[in-house]
């Protein structure tokens, strides 16, 4: 039987900001679907990744930062690095 992770909650204070950051770091836009109520939900997937994180509005109680201790994998820390240094900073 395989088991796989598909998809990590992720709590925002800024769904849009939060959007167009991982955007910009060349993340799939797999959905962002808002709803009556103020509910939205927004899923993005890193290239390569079978996971995706999900964030928006009403999605989770949790409080922004909580999702402390996951980890990104990447083969070449270097490649990554340059381009998300300068989305981070900018």
Not at 21 to 42: I, K, M, N, Q, T
């Amino acid at each position: 039987m395989d088991v796989k992770l598909e998809a990590v909650v992720v709590p925002v204070s800024d769904v849009d900001r939060a959007k167009g950051f991982y955007e910009s770091l060349g993340w799939r836009l797999d959905a962002d679907f808002p709803s009556d109520g103020g509910f939205r939900v927004v899923q993005l997937t890193p290239p390569g990744s079978a996971c995706s994180i999900i964030f928006g509005s009403g999605v989770t109680s949790a409080a922004t930062g909580w999702a402390e201790g996951l980890h990104l994998v990447v083969t070449d820390i270097e490649a990554p690095g340059a381009k998300w240094s300068s989305v981070v900073s900018g």
